[in-house]
């Protein structure tokens, strides 16, 4: 049985690494019926690396390391952001804002402020550059060491951004153990996370920053489980700076602080939300000008004005709502669906028992899952976030999400892209099903 065990693994990898090799270097993004093989037999793999218990932990590690690096000298083929992420760091090292100006005026105007602008332009596309950037300081800190390094190339930049995010992923793993390893959960359950073929197609291959977020989050936590709450803020800010999503899991924290109901342990909540806030604008603040602040919002504003994406209940009411009004759907039900996300994120502060972190960190994934659920646009990067948080709880529909997101990149099969809804809809009813199996399954409701 050993002997077997052993054998399955060997096959697993060398079908994995092939596999995975293929996806860098030779799948394109309109070949969707070749990338959900890949996707599918991955996925597989994965399952038995995690089902085989002889595989010890320097073993899945260094799997994960292996099939990482298989991603290193490909440009990426499955998102064209990256070309906005060079474009970014290369204004810096200009001297330039990139807050401040659009590439598309730029190219309009012939005004090539730095090396392979038209190339970069093109690559990024036209929706890309026709906006303001939306990334935050310490996200475009790491595209302006890209720019250090490799000015004139567009692959040298690439290799450095994913050095960035895979040295990110290994401390992820690092501190992902010892956190688990408090918490009193199985340490080998934060490869659910580095092994998972999503997190590394999706994140190392396509080159989104969700890992340098999420290696600050997760060291926040463990911080606050030793009880260095100060230090614990200093890096929640710097998640905050790279991606804002965990400004939503500010309120949750309320319990923790709290819970003594005493006038110190309400003052060092304040303090918390004050070195957390105060740190995110101090990290802005080298960018800072009167046109800042409106460029972002702006930007930041066309996720629930404009754009429409691989969303779940949004479309069930948008369909709803063609029936009586017929157009504009989003510019209604987009102002709506945050309300009540806002609205269950404080039911989650106030009347959840959230003064474990095990139960605080359960909260995030409910609450955020809940904040996708009702969202417009769910990027399938948007996922990175619910799998490292699932991974600290007994809760594992992210993992089912992550497989069957794969679905959305259907769209992409058509010239120009255009969704089919009925792949969204499989994609959800799977979800949702599993959802319901797993949460009717448990004792003790959510």
Known sequence: MNTLKKYNSLVCFLFSFALYFFVAHHLD?????VLLFCWISLFTC????????????KSLFILSLVFRLVFLLAIPNLSQDFYR???????ILEGLNPYLSLPENLITQESYPIHQAKELYEGMGALNGSHYTNYPPINQLCFLIAALFAKNSILGSVIIMRAIIIFADIGIIKIGVKLLEKLNLNPKNIYLYALNPFIIIELTGNLHFEPVMLFFLVFALYKLQQQKWIMASLLLACSVAVKLIPLFFLPLFFQWFTNKKTLSSFSKLVIFYCIVIGTSLLLFLPFYSHELISNYANSVGLWFKNFEFNASIYYVLREIGYLFRG????????????TLSVCVLMVFTFFRNNLSLKNLITAMLLSLSFYYFMSTTVHPWYLASLIILSVFTSYKFPLVWSLVIILSY???????????LWFVALEYLV????????????????
């Open 85 to 91: 992420f060079i474009w970014d760091g290369r204004m």
């Open 46 to 57: 994965f399952y038995f690396f995690i089902q085989n218990n002889q595989l010890s932990k």
């Open 327 to 338: 157009y504009n759907e989003i510019g209604i039900i987009g102002k709506i669906l945050p």
């Open 29 to 33: 993004r309109t070949q969707f019926g």
């Open 431 to 446: 979800l949702f099903s599993f959802i319901t199996w797993e949460v009717s399954k448990k004792k003790k409701p959510i």
């Open 410 to 420: 259907q769209a992409y099969a058509n010239t120009p892209w255009k969704e089919n």
